[in-house]
């Protein structure tokens, strides 16, 4: 009888505290509910250093931005069928692609003498074999198609930026009639456009530059069948960066070491950030500002990036490398490091620039041909996982503050934040 009554009173108390968790558990999924679709998470330092595999895969856009595009040329129609076919060399000795893996995209316009030297050094690199190598376009010209098209020594896959106004020359992207030029006063000649901070109107050839750049992270993260599962790090190089033939190799060996070694950096690089610098020679590694020759990082660096779409897209400033350092990385509120090697493993050379060589009128003719000495340690591996890491603090270069450099301004086009529709990117536009 006592023990039915303690029964009974243990009962009376439970009731309460059971309803109390009750409640707590539902109003804790009404919340998750009411806020999944703007809640961005924060990614941890071992997701961002890993192999980001806890990564958000949605893509979280403007539910009021509705992008409006130009209508395809027959050419960009038959490009973008072309980024749907599937890596070539993709059989025999490349069928597979090991775990541990890179996969390397190379984005190029048209300089075909640096073209070739760049497949070159590829094709000379320890472990290409392994990689998928993407390379993107803006525009299409023959010669370079035709580089691309010899690759034998890994799985290739092309992919062209089917609204670049390289496609387009007497057409929105490019220039159509009636549009501003240089520093035109609309009112004054009666054409269309909006003027950069600088009073200067859209140039095609130098929006260009950023506009392939988000294009190209936004197909190759998200809009790839060989890539939009993919959640490893994938390295990013151009069409004038020469690469070691210890270069895949020492980048395996920066991602696998990222983790212990640096959790706060968010990539690995090839190279110092100073294009110049051949690296300090030390027995360390160096984690410094993220650099622009040869850089690597994983999907949850990626959605971070993404998530400051706005910012990238809409700061008035033609290179995307100078958008990333004044506006992007400052507003993730620490130092973004990346970790590298303290020799280099890729180079910058050359002299031609700024989308020079699309037209056959200035066709850019240096050679590249002072490229790159090699020293016997620049062929083989050359990172101790033993090594400790100095990190350079004062990040030098573009600061947050910076204003830019224009030629981004122009937010009168098709109704598209500048210059087209930088935004709409995120769909796969």
């Not at 300089?111 to 094709?123: E, I, N, T």
């Not at 998200?222 to 490893?232: A, C, Q, S, V």
Request: contains cysteine; hydrophobic residues 40%; proline residues 7%.
């Amino acid at each position: 009888m006592a023990a039915a009554a303690h029964r009974a009173r243990l009962r009376s108390r439970a009731a309460p505290l059971l309803a109390v968790v009750l409640l707590a558990v539902l109003a804790l999924t009404a919340l998750l509910r009411a806020s999944r679709h703007d809640f961005v998470p924060q990614p941890s330092r071992a997701a961002l250093a890993g192999g980001g595999g806890i990564a958000q895969r949605k893509i979280l856009l403007d539910p009021d931005f509705t992008p409006r595009l130009p209508r395809q040329s027959a050419l960009s129609a038959s490009l973008s069928r072309r980024n749907a076919l599937p890596p070539r060399n993709a059989g025999g000795r490349f069928g597979r692609l090991p775990d541990g893996h890179l996969k390397i995209v190379l984005y190029v316009h048209n300089r075909p003498r640096y073209l070739r030297l760049v497949v070159d050094s590829l094709s000379r690199v320890d472990g290409i074999g392994e990689a998928l190598l993407i390379v993107s376009h803006d525009g299409y010209f023959p010669e370079m198609d035709e580089i691309v098209q010899s690759i034998t020594f890994c799985q290739v896959k092309q992919i062209f930026a089917p609204y670049s106004p390289h496609l387009f020359p007497d057409a929105f992207p490019g220039v159509s009639p009636g549009d501003c030029q240089g520093k035109d006063k609309a009112a004054e000649k009666n054409c269309r456009g909006e003027p950069d901070q600088y009073g200067n109107h859209r140039s095609p050839r130098i929006v260009s530059l950023k506009h392939h750049w988000w294009w190209m992270m936004n197909t190759v993260w998200d809009g790839l069948e060989e890539t939009r599962e993919f959640d490893g790090h994938i390295l990013f190089i151009e069409e004038d960066h020469y690469i070691f033939p210890n270069a895949y190799r020492n980048a395996q060996l920066l991602v696998d070491l990222k983790p212990n070694k640096c959790p706060q950096c968010y990539a690995i690089n090839l190279a110092p950030s100073d294009v110049k610098a051949k690296g300090e020679g030390w027995e360390s590694l160096i984690a410094e500002k993220m650099g622009n020759i040869g850089y690597a990082f994983n999907r949850t660096v990626w959605r971070k990036i993404h998530a400051k779409a706005k910012q990238f897209c809409t700061f008035d400033e033609y290179n995307w490398d100078i958008t990333m350092w004044a506006t992007v990385y400052p507003s993730f509120g620490s130092p973004v490091y990346s970790l590298r090697g303290p020799r280099r493993s890729a180079a910058h050379f050359g002299k031609c620039g700024l989308h020079q060589g699309q037209g056959s009128s200035n066709v850019c003719v240096d050679n590249g041909d002072a490229a790159v000495q090699l020293d016997a340690i620049d062929k083989v591996p050359n990172i101790e996982a033993n090594w400790p890491v100095h990190i350079i603090q004062r990040q030098e270069g573009y600061q947050a503050g910076f204003k830019g450099w224009g030629g981004w301004g122009d937010k009168t086009r098709q109704g598209n934040p500048p210059p087209l529709n930088c935004l709409g990117d995120a769909l796969g536009a």
